[in-house]
C-alpha cells in the first residue's frame, strides 16, 4: 500500500498560480503511476493529470492543458501539480492519487488516495 497526503492548496484569485504536492509513503513511490483528479461541488471527480511511473509521460484533462504541469520526483517521494492562469472554473478539491496500473486514466482505475486539498480561485 501506499498512504498519500495533499498540501499546498489555498486561495489564489484568477489569473494566479498554486502548486499542489503530494508527499507519499509506504510501499516504492516510483512503483506507482500518479495521478491528480478533482472534484467540485455537485460535479463528478475528474482526472486533471496522470502520470507515468518514471515521469516520462504525462497525460492532461482537456481543461487544463496548457496551463497545468505534473511532474514527480521519486527520491522525494513526492508528486507536484503546477497551477498557472487559474480560472475560477478551477475551484474544487484536489486528489492525489496512485495506482499499480501500467497505465491509467480514469478515477476507477487508481486504488490510493488522499485525503484531498481545497483550491479556491476568485475572479
Known amino acids: 500500500q501506499v498512504q498519500l497526503v495533499e498540501s499546498g492548496g489555498g486561495l489564489v484569485q484568477a489569473g494566479g498560480s498554486l502548486r499542489l504536492s503530494c508527499a507519499a509513503s509506504?510501499?516504492?513511490?516510483?512503483?506507482?503511476?500518479m495521478g491528480w483528479f478533482r472534484q467540485a461541488p455537485g460535479k463528478e471527480r475528474e482526472i486533471v493529470a496522470a502520470i507515468s511511473r518514471a515521469g516520462g509521460a504525462a497525460h492532461y484533462g482537456d481543461s487544463v492543458k496548457g496551463r497545468f504541469t505534473i511532474s514527480r520526483d521519486n527520491a522525494k517521494n513526492t508528486l507536484y501539480l503546477q497551477m498557472n492562469n487559474l480560472e475560477s472554473e478551477d475551484t474544487a478539491v484536489y486528489y492525489c492519487?496512485?495506482?499499480?496500473?501500467?497505465?491509467?486514466?480514469?478515477?476507477?482505475?487508481?486504488?490510493?488516495w488522499g485525503q484531498g486539498t481545497q483550491v479556491t480561485v476568485s475572479s
Open positions: 492519487a496512485a495506482t499499480a496500473r501500467a497505465i491509467a486514466f480514469a478515477t476507477e482505475e487508481f486504488a490510493y
Open positions: 509506504g510501499r516504492t513511490f516510483s512503483a506507482y503511476v
